[in-house]
């Protein structure tokens, strides 16, 4: 079976029938509940082991539910986002400690891509189970931004930009992805839960606290080589969803504070080798910002 079709245009009544769904609910708590109240102390990799099992069992479980039944067929639901939200940070951090920036960025993408078995391919997982657990609401995402989980995925955004070059070496078996296909559809789903984190307004506090909102203002106004490109457009939508759903005055502040506008205009001007259409998109991205945070503020208008 095509690889494509399977992960994105799966048939809704395929996954499984309302008798495996509602035994795979009852292992999925059961797992919780070992997880959660084991008779004896489990280790860290005990735990992080517990919880990968737990993934496959929740996205074949809610894969296809409608988000707002999460939480009422599995009760632990927002505990649950909250650990998985720390292991997906905890294995990045792990990746990118004491290692160049071109370094860090091949070493979290190799996790993050898919494999040739979906379900082998542990950092994927993790993946496709934050974005199920992204849509399923407000309460949800304050557990996931809790572990610190926006700031952690825009600084990925952010050295992402340092990828090298994807050889369009097509797949080894019929059924594998071309290298340049598992990017692509890694960006898709990376960016997917980032703008779904920020329909809200804590995970834009979240990254004014830990000073990473300012790379996102960077990002979008700084030169990538060509093959990057669609990173930088990927945190231009990230930063356009801020506009539109996770400004407060805390958040306004903090970009006037920061002088994030000022470094826009500047990284602008001293760019030599962009493309007139490239500007053009980055300065009708910075006035829709301005746009939007002017409902909540004219301060950074002023700025400008």
Not at 189 to 205: D, G, N, R, T
Not at 206 to 227: G, R, V
């Amino acid at each position: 079976m095509n690889m494509v079709k399977r992960i994105m245009g799966r048939p809704r009544q395929e996954e499984c029938s309302p008798q495996d769904n509602a035994l795979g609910l009852m292992h999925l708590r059961r797992l919780f509940m070992e997880l959660c109240h084991s008779p004896r102390h489990m280790t860290q990799k005990e735990q992080e082991e517990k919880l990968y099992m737990m993934l496959p069992v929740f996205n074949r479980v809610f894969g296809n539910a409608p988000p707002g039944t999460m939480t009422e067929k599995f009760s632990d639901l927002l505990q649950f986002a909250a650990q998985v939200s720390r292991l997906m940070v905890t294995e990045i951090r792990r990746r990118a400690s004491n290692k160049s920036t071109e370094a860090a960025s091949r070493a979290i993408v190799q996790f993050l891509e898919i494999n040739q078995i979906e379900e082998s391919g542990r950092g994927w997982m993790l993946l496709t189970t934050l974005n199920l657990l992204a849509s399923s609401g407000q309460k949800t995402v304050d557990y996931m931004t809790t572990m610190s989980l926006p700031s952690t995925l825009v600084k990925c955004l952010y050295l992402f930009f340092d990828l090298p070059h994807v050889p369009d070496v097509p797949g080894g078996a019929q059924s594998d992805l071309p290298l340049s296909e598992r990017r692509a559809l890694l960006q898709k789903v990376f960016v997917q839960i980032l703008v779904k984190l920020c329909k809200y307004v804590s995970p834009a506090e979240e990254l004014a606290q830990k000073d990473d909102l300012q790379l996102l203002f960077s990002a979008i106004t700084s030169w990538c080589p060509p093959h990057n490109i669609l990173w930088r457009k990927s945190s231009g939508e990230v930063l356009m969803t801020i506009s539109r759903h996770g400004l407060s005055l805390n958040v306004v502040k903090y970009i006037h504070e920061k002088e994030c506008v000022a470094t826009c205009i500047q990284n602008m001007q001293q760019l030599e080798d962009l493309l007139p259409l490239e500007i053009v998109e980055m300065f009708a991205g910075l006035s829709c910002f301005l746009k939007d945070s002017s409902d909540i503020s004219q301060v950074l208008l002023d700025d400008f």
